[in-house]
């Protein structure tokens, strides 16, 4: 069974910091693309940042480039989410997300954890 479990989110001042986790169990990584998605109220879920593992390489949106930071530890069947400089914008409930690159159709999403910037 597939289970994604996020964790690190919180209430956090404006430009401060987080780290943000997604612990995978049921499948290794190694086929997956494995991402981080974020929805605020009202809005719709929208992609963040992804990184593949078979090449290492990693795709932000423009509003996070330069802040964010998406890095995985294989051992430990982990993704992160380093975010910096944080702004009221970013305030949503984030997702971790995974892609199966060879298998089509499986993907799984993780419960999210709410990330909320404010002073």
């Known amino acids: 069974q597939v289970q994604l479990v996020e964790s690190g989110g919180g209430l956090v001042q404006p430009g401060g910091s987080l780290r943000l986790s997604c612990a995978a169990s049921?499948?290794?990584?190694?086929?997956?693309?494995m991402s981080w998605y974020r929805q605020a109220p009202g809005k719709e879920r929208e992609l963040v940042a992804v990184?593949?593992?078979?090449?290492?390489?990693?795709h932000y949106a423009d509003s996070v480039k330069g802040r964010f930071t998406i890095s995985r530890d294989n051992a430990k069947n982990t993704v992160y989410l380093r975010m910096n400089k944080l702004k009221s914008e970013d305030t949503a409930v984030y997702y971790c997300h995974a892609l199966n690159l060879v298998v089509a159709g499986q993907a799984y999403w993780g419960q999210g954890t709410q990330v909320t910037v404010s002073s």
């Open positions: 049921g499948f290794t990584g190694s086929t997956y693309a």
């Open positions: 990184i593949v593992d078979a090449d290492g390489s990693t």
